[in-house]
């Protein structure tokens, strides 16, 4: 569909990115057809993936020239380009940054070990296209087929979907920038005189160190290896004075695994999850010899606390106020944000009746607040939920905060989205409104 209203031409921004942003629907939906960047799939019970969430697939925010999310991965990049270099002085880590958002179950969870009744799989939770496939999760669901294909030094880029609660520092697509390192003894070891003294491998006790297979020694090189290079990334990015701290984490594809968290406006927030790869997982991709790390950090993350950004949804901002900002060539300029404006937010409570023999999920409510409210909503709270002995039925009431990041809004405007989320809630969630 070509939509022909230019509102106005974005001073400073490239005109072939506006463009691509209103002439092409990268993806879509109708009825039980879905289309995503030119792969077509049949919905099915599972499909929870609606036309509002779509409508991010093709902006690749993390491709974009001069987005602040874009640096941030060019400056990831960067480190580990200088870090792991081969014998010939060339990059050893591949860079995969356009891979197709749409994986399969297996992809997303099986090839990761993630057992078949965990939560992380739920519907609440993710974006189904069909019961096979959905929009990846987390950028690790590549980690799988790329050791497949060969490589063991290797960076996967791109955009993630989560179906979550809407706040500041929460959206239901943010992006993952992950590291795969995969190590032979003598890549570990380097050449010592006596290499039959090490080994990677033995047939010991899993303990919270190091799983069974590996020898304690081997699983430690690779825990310093790996933290020192995330740390160094840390430092490089935000300075030497900048307080982080690891924290002992739990995946199914790592053991052991870390994440590190750095201070946002005196708030611990992590930055990374990170571990030593289950070696199952590589032996299932062909793999006998070698022994990996891996890590997956939020971009989102970074950039905020790179630039002092304090809104997730700046990222999608199209505004040249916020893109001018970091329109620098060299990645590693320094930047800081600075507020484009404030505008005062409009505040409105929505409460109604669950339905009492049909399934409700709160993820469907914020679901459709998005989904009819667009970015003029910027937060959806739960505010209270109480059951009526006499009716035998739940209530549930709602905050939506809805504010504009570029003008004002007028409390007409907002009651007009409001009665729309009103309707619309009426007629898909087969709620009451009260
Ligand atoms: C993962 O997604 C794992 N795949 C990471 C991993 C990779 C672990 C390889 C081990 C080995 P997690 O859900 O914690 O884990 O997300 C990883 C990072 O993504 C977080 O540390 C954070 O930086 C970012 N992140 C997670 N959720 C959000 C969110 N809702 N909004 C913005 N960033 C987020
Ligand atoms: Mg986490």
Redo the contacts with the bound molecule.
Sequence with gaps: MVVVVFHRILPGSRFSQITRLLSTKAASISGSKVEVLGREYTGDHMTNVTSHLLSHIGRDLHLQPYHPLRHVAQRVTQHMYCQYVSPRGNPLFSVHSQLHPVVTTHQNFDSLLIPKDHISRKKSDNFYINETHLLR????AH?SELIKMGFDNFLVIGD?Y?R?SIDA???PV?H?L?G?RLCTLKELYGTHQNMDAYHLFENGERTEHHQGVHTAEAARRMEVELKGCLLGLATSLFGRDTEVRWVD?Y?P??HP?W?LEVQINGEWV??????I?EQEILANAGVQDKIGW?????L???AMKLYGIPD?RLFWSTDSGFLSQFRFDDSATPASYKPVSKYNPCINDISFWLPKDQKYESADFYDLVRSVGGSLVEQVSLVDSFTSPKKQLTSHCYRIVYRHMERVLTQEEVNEVHRRIEQKAASTLQVSIR
């Design positions: 999760a987390h950028t690790s980690q993630v989560r979550d520092s929460h959206y943010f993952q992950e795969v984490a995946f594809f790592t695994s994440e992590e930055l990374l999850g990170c571990g790869m891996a890590f997956g950090l939020g989102e993350r970074w997730i």
